[in-house]
């Protein structure tokens, strides 16, 4: 494998079931990001890792926690979703936060529907 | 709040027409990060501009940043099938590299 995976690719869940989203890089990086895209709203920031560590949470509902036990992997849990939760909420990773041209690689995300 | 205005929201050309899309900041910002997505799948790194008045190209595709750091275009010459998709323009407001992004332009080319 190589670049940013995300697994499943489409996920369908009930407001009551608890989920997870699983992103893996392989290119050595050390920041990883979960972004949030709806339809006909701009991408955007869920939240950010480096070196392992949660930067930035960007005002996310409880309802979705994030996890990251290695510099490569990062989870997404979801429970109790509401359906306007629905959308493609994609993974990204950078070689680390705040440095010259430091651009993300995204994985190719999974479609979150709730029901 | 930081926004980024892309303009055409979305385009339609024949194939081998040129074209520019365009992407707006109220402030300054840090870094200008194009993407190029296809629907419901990720995002394909472009190019990423930092310095006022710099220009990059890749193959086909121009990028520019003006010189107050508030305005970049993105211009496709002789476009072909391949170029279709969704761009979008994120931009670093704080030099975090926590990037917020445009709605995209979605373009559609026609053999």
């Known amino acids: 494998e190589t670049g940013v995976t995300q697994t499943p690719r489409h996920l369908v869940m009930g407001m009551t079931n608890k989920k997870s989203l699983k992103c893996e890089q392989h290119l050595g990086h050390n920041a990883m990001y979960w972004y949030k895209q709806s339809a006909k709203k701009p991408l955007e920031l869920m939240f950010v890792?480096?070196?392992?560590?949660?930067?930035e949470n960007n005002s996310v509902p409880s309802r979705f926690s994030p996890e990251c036990p290695n510099s490569s992997h990062l989870f997404l849990h979801l429970h109790t979703l509401q359906p306007e939760d629905s959308a493609l909420y994609l993974c990204?990773?950078?070689?680390?936060?705040?440095?010259?041209?430091?651009?993300?690689?995204f994985g190719p995300g999974t479609r979150l529907t709730v029901l | 709040s930081q926004e980024l205005e892309q303009s055409p929201q979305s385009l339609i050309v024949q194939e081998g027409k040129n074209l520019t899309i365009n992407c707006t900041s109220s402030?300054?910002?840090?870094?200008l990060y194009w993407y190029k997505q296809k629907y419901g799948e990720g995002l394909i790194f472009l190019m990423m501009?930092?310095?006022?008045?710099e220009e990059k190209s890749h193959e086909k595709i121009t990028a520019k940043l003006d010189e107050k750091k508030q305005q970049s275009s993105l211009h496709i010459t002789a476009s072909q099938p391949s170029h279709a998709g969704i761009y979008l323009c994120g931009a670093d407001g704080t030099g975090a590299n926590n990037l917020f992004f445009g709605t995209g332009t979605r373009l559609t080319v026609i053999p």
């Open positions: 402030k300054t910002l840090y870094g």
């Open positions: 501009l930092q310095k006022g008045g």
């Open positions: 990204a990773s950078s070689q680390d936060r705040g440095s010259v041209y430091n651009e993300q690689f």
């Open positions: 890792y480096n070196f392992k560590e949660q930067t």
